[in-house]
């Protein structure tokens, strides 16, 4: 069963608070449609790569191929939808993939990409890896600003591509979402913390010590600023138990800064869930938040 807690509206910003019981549906309505017979007609997206292989993924054909050496993905929906739009996972494409949405997306008509930079927590290098990328697909005709899809630690890589490059983002979906990496894997608040990953986020982002990395005013926390001023709507899932990301230090702290700031926002909030699962079990209200605010035409 599920509540609307509040609906707080500020001059400027949408803050919307949603809690769900979890485990439980939330069933916010039907899934959002863009009229494709209202607009004007789109080229079809030229997802012919070199070298690709072919296969299916969750019932719709799927292009792998190598990008700079790189293992990487599209998934053609059957009808694409005016302007191509896409979504776009930073890591764990196929982990709680029916509860996170993407399989739905493809339904309704979007693309669906993924390329592997490996475990490099939204790192200057890759960021770069993932700006070139973009590049690549929008060339080949997939709409300029993907939805990004933000598992975890992947909630690292979406913030940190859409800080550097905000023209390249319409909305920011995070899941139990990592948002600033001294919660962790640095493990500097409540959470748990990794050490291993701690070492290698030092490593992916070149910081000399632990005093650099602690300094750095770059996290997904610190850079909303940039992202409200682009007009990017962001959706957050958080389960309210969650010790290895603990709300507080992560999507709670972004609602609130995204909402002083102006921003468009929507937190769905889990009550009595930890890190996992991941996603909702009908994840309607955060397809229908993408479509609204990833079309093309916005």
Not at 1 to 25: D, E, F, H, K, N
Not at 95 to 105: G, K, S, Y
Not at 193 to 204: F, I, K, Q, V
Not at 265 to 281: A, M, S, T
Request: hydrophobic share 45%; aromatic share 8%; charged share 20%.
């Amino acid at each position: 069963m599920m509540s609307l807690l509040s609906r707080r509206r500020l001059p400027v910003a949408i803050a919307v608070t949603v809690v769900l019981a979890c485990g439980l549906r939330a069933g916010l309505g039907p899934v959002a449609t863009i009229a494709a017979d209202t607009a004007a007609p789109t080229a079809a997206a030229d997802l012919a790569f070199p070298g690709e292989t072919l296969d299916r993924w969750h019932g719709h054909v799927r292009h792998r191929f190598l990008f700079a050496g790189r293992p990487a993905w599209v998934v053609a929906p059957a009808v694409p939808l005016p302007g191509n739009p896409w979504s776009w996972c930073m890591m764990f494409p196929d982990a709680f993939t029916e509860r996170c949405a993407a399989p739905q997306l493809l339904a309704a008509g979007f693309h669906h990409a993924y390329l592997d930079v490996g475990n490099t927590f939204g790192g200057p290098d890759a960021v770069a890896q993932l700006a070139a990328f973009h590049a690549a697909l929008v060339r080949r005709g997939l709409a300029a600003k993907p939805a990004l899809i933000g598992i975890s630690r992947g909630g690292l890589y979406a913030h940190r591509l859409a800080a550097d490059h905000p023209e390249m983002v319409s909305v920011i979906y995070g899941d139990a979402a990592v948002c600033d990496f001294k919660s962790w894997p640095g493990g500097r608040g409540k959470g748990k913390g990794s050490p291993r990953d701690w070492a290698a986020c030092l490593e992916a982002y070149h910081f000399p010590d632990d005093a650099a990395a602690l300094a750095y005013r770059g996290n997904p926390v610190d850079t909303l600023p940039t992202l409200a001023k682009a007009g990017i709507a962001l959706v957050h899932v958080v389960g309210d138990d969650d010790d290895v990301v603990p709300p507080a230090e992560n999507g709670l702290l972004i609602e609130e800064r995204y909402r002083q700031l102006g921003g468009t926002i929507e937190l769905i909030h889990k009550p009595g869930c930890g890190h996992h699962p991941h996603g909702l079990d009908d994840p309607t209200p955060i397809v229908d938040f993408i479509v609204e605010h990833a079309s093309p035409a916005r």
